[in-house]
RNA sequence: GGGCGGUUAGCUCAGCUGGGAGAGCGUCUGCCUUACAAGCAGAAGGUCGUCGGUUCGAGCCCGGCACCGCCCACCA
């Protein structure tokens, strides 16, 4: 080491991420360690495609967990000589991107409307040429190694062609049709957006009672939120088995205001405690309405237009108004011709669009959609038959629900920003061609469909059209395809997963991913969900500007669980306590080792013997752990060996060996730092990467593609790990008495021991003295005697003792109860009876010691 | 309404096929012991939501109840 690297360990006592992670970042970008060859093949090579973030995207908590387990799981792989990718790219994300640069348009005083399509696009490229690395950087801010020589985006030229393959081979395999539907229409942006893009708010509306006058005579009291919409009636629905309409079903009533008749129809939806039991039915304006219309063969009628304003066939009154406003002017003709019959508040759940902010208008239009069932059964039935494995079983649960009742989903978007639909028209509403094809078929006059397709669209096929599909013979294909494992979380299992799963069948016939782990959804700390518009959102990166990368990386680690849990600071602090703690124990070793020695586990010294023993226990469990995708017990784990074994116990028994220049103590430590730094890089790449640069020999040229340890069963040792933790054990013993009985840090207890084993350890770290004494003991603690020593309070020593008593008395009689209990001695295991036996001989005899 | 999960220390969470309840943080006591005060050595703190059942034995298995959360479908 020279001089100056020595200077800096000697100096820099505290782990200071700030300053080092960047440069260590640049080194793993400079060796080339995440850019693999595209060789070999997928079985050899392990690959994982990261969720795409969005282009407009800032790295928030939910990232920050989804990439560090990503991470872990790649830089593992690599350690492991695997050829490793780590597919990354962003998503165009149509409605996010849209928006935000709709929203720099307005501030500028212009519009998308006023750009025209072609120069609106042109600035959304502009934007996302600026602004879209943003978030790529981010990703590297948390250490993440994903091959960024290779990024995509689902808009680059490659992928625009698998997403029209994708859209042109399905239409014509007949999955893809147009269809007037119910949408759920966000006036705020004109388009329809999806069941995902709206939130559900609690809203306080009027609930009005109106009577609408039957055919000969009598009348029929309907209860609805939206008045307005009564205009585009077609029907009054009653429950089949309601007796009070028995009579009615099957007339007709006459709708109020437009004074068109409609019919009285039975319909089991009907609730016939809600209200009047009596149902208006307007199937042009509501979702439900629309079902019960569909099934009836109901007349659909729409009175509310895109704009959000009321259209023909509405009177023409009110024609233009707002929907808002039209409610009023309703219900206020109502009122006149005395129809109206209640009026009270009524609080419900109303959707808004996620997107702008407005009250979603359900609408008919027409739309794309692409039949789901048929593509869903082989995308259960490779997971039914473990080819795809969904952990945790919750998550297994929620896929095959959500697949098994699969709707059809509405793919058209009124958007400009995204992948515009490869459909041509000719002709005018009553004679219209429609040609599918990536071009427009020979002739004049044929005009594009001016819809995108749904950002999902494109999604669904990340992990083939990432790596060259339609092209299946590139060399990333040919090496990548399919990949290992998608890690995500749950809220996005039928959005995402399934559909990629779907897609990956229907056009590489093959699954996508041999594993799904879904991880948890990290809440704010009050449980409420993280977000920004809540204000209880809490951003990675100022996490990771106060306590660093790796603390961020290890603390959500530590965090996560097979359900959501709530955002723990104090976990990110103690990863921060970890690299501090690696950071100081690495130089206490490599200020004080030798370099002149072959690190390996080569004493024969019991404490090195344990420690080598320990670590192997420790490599296992912490490779399992990581193994099974338990990454909380990986990182507390390592956690506690590190901390507990490594540092409170094994060094500070080697200590004064290590100042002495011990050649086994140095041969010992140095290895056992770097396999304890090879283990804990995936978890925590930073701080082990800066720390292995200072090891005086290197077994590779960096530690992100060292060997990862593999636990050696040869090294594990019964004999030294019990005698050692038997020396703690005493030591601890030792430690509680003389702080139970005040002795001050400093004096050294005299003491004899009945046997020869109490170590030269425990005489050092307890601080005791031992002595061939024949003084009378004033206590036993482990079958040590403590004599009479300067310090010594004799009144603690006598409390100490009676209240040791006191405890072996009941646990004395705890035991022999439940050896009397002949059912315990007959049912239970013959070890269990034993251990129990063992311990009450034990008891008694320290209870007769203490004098009963 | 349907489905799923949860309820364990003051807080956030572990707890393997049922055999004496653990971690981190926080609290208390004592230490600036030459790697680390972001540290060291100790300690206190839990009738494991509730009622009942199975069992020699239940945090764990079964049933009822209460409360909390998530997903799906939504009632006008």
Not at 217 to 245: C, F, I, K, Q, S
Not at 486 to 507: G, H, K, N, P, Y
Not at 715 to 739: K, N, P, Q, S, V
Request: glycine content about 8%; some cysteine.
């Amino acid at each position: 080491m020279d001089a100056e690297r020595r200077k800096t360990l000697e100096e820099t006592t505290r782990w200071d991420p700030g300053m080092v992670e960047q440069r260590v970042f640049r080194g793993w970008l400079e060796g080339g360690y995440f850019h693999p060859p595209a060789e070999g093949t997928p079985a050899q090579n392990y690959s994982i495609s990261i969720p795409p973030p969005n282009v407009t995207g800032a790295l928030h908590m939910g990232h920050a967990l989804n990439g560090s387990i990503q991470d872990t799981l790649i830089r593992l792989s690599r350690m492991r000589g695997r050829n490793t990718l780590w597919v990354l790219g962003t998503d165009h994300a149509g409605i996010a991107t849209q928006a935000v640069v709709e929203k720099e348009l307005a501030s500028q005083g212009t519009s998308r409307e006023e750009l025209g399509r072609e120069a609106f696009t042109e600035r959304v490229w502009e934007w996302k040429e600026q602004y879209g690395s943003t978030i790529v950087e981010q990703y590297k801010r948390l250490g993440a190694s994903c091959d960024y020589e290779r990024e995509r985006f689902t808009l680059d030229e490659g992928y625009v062609k698998a997403v029209y393959k994708v859209f042109v081979d399905l239409y014509e395999k007949g999955y893809i049709y147009r269809d007037n539907y119910m949408v759920n229409w966000d006036p705020g942006l004109r388009s329809a957006i999806s069941d995902l893009e709206l939130e559900n708010r609690e809203v306080t509306d009027s609930l009005y009672e109106i009577a609408y006058p039957l055919e000969g005579g009598g009348e029929l009291v309907v209860a609805t939120v939206r008045p307005e919409t009564m205009l585009a009636d077609t029907a009054v629905a009653v429950n089949p088995d309601d007796e009070r309409y028995r009579d009615v079903v099957g007339k007709n009533a006459i709708l109020p205001i437009t004074e068109r008749p409609i019919p009285v129809i039975a319909d089991e939806h009907v609730d016939p405690e809600f209200g009047t039991g009596a149902l208006k039915i307007t199937p042009g304006h509501d979702p439900n309405d629309f079902e019960i219309g569909r099934a009836n063969d109901l007349q659909e009628i729409s009175v509310i237009g895109e704009d959000g304003r009321m259209i023909e066939p509405a009177p023409e009154r009110f024609v233009g108004m707002p929907a808002a406003e039209a409610q009023k002017a309703v219900v206020s003709e109502l009122r006149e011709q005395g129809r109206l019959r209640g009026e009270e508040p009524y609080t419900h759940s109303v959707p808004f669009s996620h997107r702008s902010g407005e009250r979603i208008e359900p609408l008919i239009s027409l739309q794309w959609f692409c039949r789901m069932d048929e593509l869903a059964k082989p995308a259960i039935d490779v997971v039914r038959r473990g080819a795809v494995r969904i952990t945790p079983d919750g998550a297994l649960r929620q896929y095959l629900h959500g697949m098994e009742n699969i709707p059809p989903w509405c793919i058209s978007r009124q958007l400009w920003w995204g992948h515009r639909l490869p459909v041509w028209y000719r002709g005018n509403d009553q004679d219209i061609e429609t040609y599918v094809g990536e071009s427009p078929p020979d002739g004049e006059g044929w005009e594009q469909d001016p819809d995108v397709l749904d950002t999902w669209f494109s999604s669904a096929l990340w992990p083939f059209a990432t790596l060259g599909w339609p092209d299946t013979t590139t060399p990333e294909f040919k090496a990548f395809f399919p990949t290992d494992v998608l890690v995500t979380a749950r809220d996005i299992i039928s959005l995402w997963v399934a559909r990629m799963i779907m897609t990956s069948l229907e056009f590489t016939e093959q699954v996508p991913f041999t594993h799904v782990y879904v991880h948890s959804i990290i809440q704010a700390p009050d449980g409420r969900r993280m977000s920004k518009s809540l204000g209880t959102g809490i951003d990675p990166l100022d996490e990771m500007d106060e306590h660093g990368a790796d603390a961020l990386r290890f603390g959500l680690l530590a965090m996560t669980s097979t359900q959501d849990v709530r955002f723990s600071q104090a976990r990110v602090q103690q990863g921060r306590d970890l690299a501090n703690k690696m950071w100081n124990a690495s130089r206490l070793i490599l200020l004080n080792a030798r370099d002149d020695v072959e690190p390996g586990p080569r004493s024969n010294r019991v404490e090195d013997r344990w420690i080598a023993s320990r670590l192997q226990r420790a490599v296992r469990a912490v490779t399992e752990s990581i193994e099974a995708y338990d990454f909380s017990h990986a990182a507390l784990d390592l956690y506690d060996f590190f901390w507990s074994e490594l540092c409170d116990w094994y060094l500070e028994i080697v200590k004064p060996r290590l100042y002495d220049g011990d050649e086994d103590a140095s041969a010992t430590l140095l290895w056992a730092l770097e396999q304890v730094l090879a283990l804990a890089h995936p978890l925590m790449p930073f701080v082990t990467e800066e720390i292995y640069s200072y090891l005086p020999q290197q077994s590779a040229a960096a530690l992100v593609v060292h060997a990862y340890p593999l636990a050696d069963d040869a090294l594990i040792d019964e004999d030294a790990e019990r005698e050692i933790g038997e020396a703690i054990a005493l030591t601890r013993a030792l430690r509680r008495w003389r702080d139970l009985a005040g002795v001050p840090v400093k004096q050294v207890l005299t003491a004899r021991a009945d046997d020869a084993r109490p170590h030269e350890l425990v005489s050092r770290l307890a601080r005791v003295e031992f002595s061939e004494d024949g003084g009378e003991p004033i206590a036993s603690v482990g079958g040590v005697e403590l004599l009479e020593t300067e310090g010594v309070d004799p009144d603690a020593v006598r409390a100490r003792i009676e209240e040791r008593r006191e405890m072996l008395r009941a646990e004395v009689k705890r035991g022999e109860g439940k050896l009397s209990n002949e059912g315990f001695v007959a049912k239970a295991p013959a070890d269990v009876v034993d251990a129990e036996r063992v311990k009450l001989d034990a008891y008694r005899a320290e209870l007769e010691e203490l004098g009963g």
